[in-house]
């Protein structure tokens, strides 16, 4: 089978390649000052959208726009991104998959907010878990720590994605604590040194991880990629 190419471009973003399509999650690209790219640089098929907070939704709109690409998001986010100009949106909410030509995506829960950048609603946060080519990457997005990950550990997580920032989701030990719950084959740190709040060090979590749990941690400059 192919392989499915992950880059961090900062914070919570990815670009997933998954060989037949590009999946970017959550583009916050203005604004990040730990950002790599322009946000005109950014090709997408389809963009998802965890939750309503700035630092997520960010340039999703303009990047719709120019590149024509399907949104997915909870519902209430999809009728926003509607009122806002974007064409092509599909609606799911927690607990739901959907087939989608590359592979499927299944909302997951979060612990955290969801208003939008103008104070509208945005229902309930969440996470994704994907299934590409037999692989599963389990994407948390903004969270705390909650038990169901061993759940979501169940379905066998090649990848998992965990903020670490500490203040605004989990920190460095709730998210070791996360790892040992998933029992991910791999795990990649993201939503830290984005702001003052949030600086941790990855390299030593990453030495924590590797020390207690049997999960391999890949720390990864903004713009770099790892191969699953
Ligand atoms: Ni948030
Ligand atoms: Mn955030």
Not at 84 to 93: C, D, L, R
Not at 121 to 138: R, V, W
Not at 152 to 172: H, R, S, Y
Not at 200 to 205: G, N, P, R
Request: net charge negative; glycine share 10%; proline share 6%.
């Amino acid at each position: 089978s192919m392989t499915i190419n992950v880059t961090w471009l900062s914070h919570a973003c990815l670009l997933i390649d998954t060989g037949d399509a590009t999946l970017l999650v959550d583009p916050f690209i203005t604004g990040n000052p730990l950002a790599p790219i322009a946000p005109d640089a950014i090709q997408a098929d389809y963009i998802l959208v965890s939750h309503g907070h700035g630092d997520h939704v960010g340039d999703t709109v303009a990047i719709a726009q120019r590149t024509g690409a399907t949104v997915i998001s909870n519902f209430e986010i999809h009728n926003w991104l509607l009122a806002q100009g974007v064409e092509k949106a599909h609606p799911q909410h927690i607990g739901g998959g959907f087939d989608y030509p590359w592979g499927r995506v299944k909302l997951t829960i979060a612990h955290h907010g969801s208003a939008l950048p103008d104070g509208s609603y945005g229902g309930n946060p969440c996470g994704f878990l994907f299934y590409i080519q037999g692989k599963k990457i389990y994407h948390a997005c903004d969270t705390g720590l909650f038990y169901d990950m061993k759940l979501i550990g169940e379905e066998g997580v090649d990848l998992a994605v965990l903020p670490i920032g500490d203040n605004f989701t989990m920190g460095p030990d709730d998210s070791l604590r996360a790892v040992k719950l998933i029992e991910p084959a791999c795990v990649l740190p993201i939503h830290y040194n984005t702001f003052d709040v949030i600086q941790q060090d990855a390299m030593a979590w990453k030495t924590r991880v590797e020390q207690e749990t049997n999960a391999k941690a890949v720390v990864l400059a903004p713009g770099e990629s790892l191969v699953l």
